[in-house]
């Protein structure tokens, strides 16, 4: 069975930082693409930042050169650093590696 959770969501002030973690069980992260995804409320879930299995990363625009994807393979861990977040940053960010964890919620005020 495998299971995803992701911690270090929280509040922060515009032009902070935070960094989330996705812990896996169940599945190797290095042996997947792994990713993160945001959703708003009243939004729909939308792309954040993707790791392939060969450590190549893409992101979306609108966090592209704010946002970094990394893995640590002992850990078995997929992190997001955040950093100049802004509060149309604030969502619920899901991991996923063709499973979905339950999210982290991430609140940015301005």
């Known amino acids: 069975q495998v299971q995803l959770v992701e911690s270090g969501g929280g509040l922060v002030q515009a032009g902070g930082s935070l960094r989330l973690s996705c812990a896996a069980s169940g599945r190797t992260f290095s042996y997947y693409a792994s990713g993160w995804f945001r959703q708003a409320p009243g939004k729909e879930r939308e792309f954040v930042s993707s790791?392939?299995?060969?450590?190549?990363?893409s992101y979306a625009d609108s966090v592209k050169g704010r946002f970094t994807i990394s893995r640590d393979n002992a850990k078995n861990t997929v992190y997001l650093q955040m950093n100049s977040l802004k509060p149309e940053d604030t969502a619920i960010y899901y991991c996923?590696?063709?499973?979905w964890g339950q999210g982290t919620q991430v609140t940015v005020s301005s």
């Open positions: 996923t590696v063709g499973y």
């Open positions: 790791i392939s299995w060969s450590g190549g990363t």
